[in-house]
């Protein structure tokens, strides 16, 4: 019997899903509370997005969770505008001990968050369009859930990504970044053969993929494997 995996679904969605789709707010509001509802290292968690007036936060668990986000945009600076920025995982182990981010460090420290990793996440043209922030109260367990994360991200080669530590919904938020991977790089591959067919730029290629997908009435992925196929409708 199959085990229901709302946060691996919700992520492997939003990977293959328009950039510009009106649905993408429900999918980033539902993975922020999934994953402190489901992830027991997670005490809250939040989602990022850099919008026409700079950074917000789009979707939290907590007010908590809000209050932290919005002391690094208040210094323009922390863990989740640089997951964003980079496209890595930011992850902060001892959150006190930073020096890096010091409005970060004081705003956590006082509401007695000390771990956190922020996580890039991607929809459909592949690009970091939102940060998912996670805030634990316990180094240890954010620990592990950090190796992993930074793992799937092929930033950690510690063996397995450290992964056997991991609670069931630690491990199902790990299963679903590996999913998303695979989801964006069929949808590279795709974007890869439109360019090569037509001499367009990789922005245009994704634009055509995404029209087809709307005249065909199917999914970017299914499009996608289309057009690596060959296949013509």
């Known amino acids: ?34 994953a ?9 968690a939040s989602m990022t997005v850099n919008g026409p007036d700079g950074y917000v936060t789009v979707a939290a668990s907590s007010d908590l969770a809000a209050a932290v986000d919005r002391a690094q945009y208040a210094d323009d600076a922390g863990p989740c505008l ?21 409005g970060f460090r004081v705003a956590a420290s006082r509401l007695g968050l000390n771990a956190s990793v922020s996580i890039p996440l991607f929809a459909g043209r592949g690009v970091p ?3 998912l922030n996670l805030y634990g109260r316990h180094p240890d367990t954010m620990r592990a859930l950090s190796t992993a994360v930074r793992w799937a991200y092929g930033v950690d080669d510690t063996p397995d990504g450290g992964r056997s530590e991991l609670d069931a919904g630690g491990s199902e938020l790990v299963a679903g970044l590996i999913g998303a991977f695979a989801v964006q790089a069929v949808l590279q591959q795709a974007i890869g053969v439109v360019i090569a067919l037509t001499g367009s730029d990789a922005d245009d290629a994704y634009a055509t993929l995404c029209r087809r997908a709307i005249d065909h009435d199917v999914g970017l992925t299914d499009a996608a494997s289309h057009i690596i196929s060959g296949q013509r409708w």
């Open 129 to 131: 369009m939102a940060a």
């Open 1 to 34: 019997m199959q085990t229901w995996q709302p946060l691996h679904d919700r992520l492997v969605t939003l990977a293959g899903t328009p950039d510009d789709d009106p649905g993408i707010g429900a999918d980033l509001t539902a993975i922020a509370q999934l």
């Open 36 to 44: 402190a509802d489901r992830v027991a290292a997670v005490e809250y």
């Open 82 to 102: 640089d997951a964003l920025d980079s496209g890595r995982p930011a992850v902060v182990s001892e959150i006190s001990a930073t020096m890096q981010w010091p």
